[in-house]
């Protein structure tokens, strides 16, 4: 029987006290369009989704647990050179690693890294619906082609 092969990911949801709350934070240090919202059997929103083109983030009412520790997952915005002041500003907890990561107020560990930084590539038909012509750095240019994907 075959496997079948991990392909990318579809969306990752991060659980928040307040979708309300998470839409301000988030909304205060990136800029995104809202792919749309569900409301629960209380008419509270439950779930908002940030669209990223061919990607979304979810953020899911309901957050219970301790803050994360080494769990996290990597976001790739554009440019990140505003991402650590804009984080204080909104109330993250910015933490000392060498990478620019924090937690959200719900205890959420982000890493920020920038597209052009990254083997990780959206297509161009994808980044043109975005709005968005981004340029790789030599390391990344040249780790893409090592892989064979350029």
């Known amino acids: 029987m075959s496997k079948p092969r991990l392909v990318g990911l579809n969306h990752v949801a991060l659980e928040v006290a307040s979708v309300e709350g998470a839409l301000k ?3 205060s240090i990136f800029a995104f369009e809202l792919r749309g919202t569900h ?14 083109g061919d990607q979304f983030l979810a953020l899911s009412r309901g957050r219970h647990q301790a803050p ?5 997952f990597g976001l790739v915005v554009d440019d990140r050179s505003s991402v650590r ?17 924090f937690l959200d107020p719900w205890g959420n560990r982000i890493e920020v890294v920038e597209y052009g930084d990254l083997q990780f590539t959206k297509t ?3 980044l043109r619906s ?21």
Do not use: Q
């Open 85 to 101: 002041e804009l984080a204080a500003a909104a109330g993250a907890t910015i933490l000392d690693t060498g990478f620019l990561d």
């Open 130 to 150: 975005m709005g968005l012509n981004l340029e790789k750095t030599a390391e990344a240019t040249a780790e893409i082609n090592k892989k064979g994907m350029a």
């Open 39 to 52: 409301k629960g059997e209380d008419g509270k929103l439950e779930m908002a989704f940030l669209d990223m």
């Open 68 to 72: 994360d520790r080494n769990r996290h």
């Open 25 to 27: 934070f988030y909304g």
């Open 124 to 126: 161009e038909g994808v």
